[in-house]
């Protein structure tokens, strides 16, 4: 793996983490959802079609490494069925989806972190993206990424 690459983290460090980088390993995750305010209050850039990310698991090591292959901020409600599945979660529909982000999006880590509780309702901007598993980074874990995505 290019040692290079610029990092993702998903959730906080433990269970979430960890069931969320098994997820893409095993191909059923193929998309991600951040709150816009996240990436504006941390000063980050947000993710291009094309770049590549080194996924950490919870102990910070390089678990394997994706590829954008879309990006689209858009209100809260616009996130359909389809991408609610493609998050590798196991919601069944946008509904789960939400109520599942609500919660993350209102946690005390979340708020610790803006400085303040956000404010979650239909209008609020998430950056949503697809991506592809390019190169699982553990040697027990490689396996080819899902032609499907």
Avoid: C, N
Avoid at 37 to 42: F, L, R, T
Avoid at 88 to 111: K, L, P
Wanted: charged fraction near 30%.
């Amino acid at each position: 793996m290019p040692h290079d690459l610029p990092t993702l983290e998903l959730a906080f460090p433990g269970p979430e983490r960890d069931r969320g980088v098994t997820a893409i390993l095993s191909g059923r995750k193929t998309a991600l959802t951040g709150l816009l305010e996240i990436y504006e209050h941390a000063g980050e850039a947000l993710p291009v079609t094309g770049q590549r990310f080194s996924v950490l698991d919870s102990a910070g090591r390089p678990a394997v490494t994706i590829e954008v292959v879309d990006v689209r901020v858009v209100p809260l409600k616009e996130i359909d069925d389809d991408f609610a599945r493609a998050e590798g979660r196991g919601y069944s529909d946008a509904a789960q989806w939400r109520a599942a982000h609500e919660e993350f999006f209102r946690s005390s880590g979340v708020s610790e972190f803006l400085g303040h509780t956000p404010v979650i309702d239909d209008e609020t901007l998430v950056v949503a993206e697809r991506f592809r598993v390019v190169e699982p980074d553990a040697p027990d874990t490689a396996r080819p990424a899902d032609p499907a995505g």
